[in-house]
């Protein structure tokens, strides 16, 4: 059963500037999460901006939003063959312990100037 869908839409050139500062990339991305993103070179805004919707969607899909979570406890990896998953630590993880979901599932695209993210939370 599905417990809550979100989705959100960031502009890629909203996080141009963000890949010159430290400190806020810090504050927003997982370091393994920004590594990831950082080593993609040209298309970091990108990176950035798809894992930026993410954390948002997953917010929307918990009905919480993001008030009481740290967006670096909510890491956007991708699989070997490139499909996304969320991975959850501290306060991420009990939101969504709290909410009752069982499982997270993500989409991820961009095109043109958007990056835009799907999060559906599921019950088994």
Same mark, same amino acid.
Request: no cysteine; proline share 8%; aromatic share 0%.
């Given at each position: 059963m599905i417990a809550g869908i979100g989705i959100d839409i960031v502009e890629i050139k909203r996080?141009?500037?963000w890949t010159g500062n430290s400190k806020l990339l810090q504050r927003f991305f997982?370091?393994?999460e920004l590594a990831a993103s950082l080593s993609r070179?040209?298309?970091a805004a990108q990176s950035l901006a798809a894992r930026f919707a993410a954390k948002e969607a997953f917010g929307? &899909? @918990?009905g919480t939003g993001i008030t009481n979570i &740290? @967006?670096?406890d909510i890491m956007v990896t991708n699989r070997e063959n490139g499909k996304p998953e969320i991975r959850l630590f501290g306060t991420a993880q009990k939101a969504f312990e709290k909410s009752g979901a069982d499982?997270?599932?993500i989409?991820?695209?961009h095109e043109?100037?958007?990056a835009i993210a799907m999060v559906v939370l599921e019950e088994v």
């Open positions: 996080m141009q500037p997982h370091p393994d070179g040209n298309s929307k &899909a @918990l &740290a @967006l670096k499982r997270v599932h989409s991820l695209s043109k100037e958007n």
